[in-house]
């Protein structure tokens, strides 16, 4: 089982950054997806990285705007999240995906992270 665990959320206003941090367990690599959910909204598929690093996608309303990265050797995931904008309020979950297919859908990845929550004022 892959215990994941996300931390660097805050409140911050238009226009500021954050950088999100997800660290898993053990030492196995997956393709690793952010996603967002709003209170009473679903929830929405950020951008993905592979397995190695060597491909990504984004949702529209980020690309531009958000970055994600991962470093192996410290089994980490980043979100780099610069242009912050009001709607992007949100708790953000990292995801990571056993699977062979790379996916944007919530419902292909199998474990998930707690949440931290991210805050853009206006």
């Known amino acids: 089982q892959v215990q994941l665990v996300e ?15 997800c660290a898993a367990s053990g030492r ?5 997806g952010w996603f967002s959910q709003a209170p009473g909204k679903e929830r929405e598929f950020v951008a993905y990285i592979s397995m190695t690093g060597g491909r990504t996608y984004y949702a529209d ?6 970055t994600i990265s991962r470093d192996n050797a410290k089994n980490t995931v980043y979100l780099q999240m610069n242009g912050l904008k ?6 953000y979950y990292c995801a990571a995906d056993s699977g062979y297919a790379l996916s ?3 419902a292909d990845y199998d ?5 931290t ?3 853009v004022s206006s």
């Open 28 to 32: 196995s690599r997956y393709t690793m």
């Open 7 to 21: 931390s660097g959320g805050g409140s911050v206003q238009a226009g500021g950054s954050l950088r999100l941090s």
């Open 117 to 119: 929550q991210v805050t």
């Open 104 to 106: 944007n859908r919530a």
């Open 111 to 115: 474990y998930w992270g707690q949440g």
């Open 61 to 66: 309303s980020v690309k531009g705007r958000f």
């Open 86 to 91: 009001p709607e992007d309020t949100a708790v």
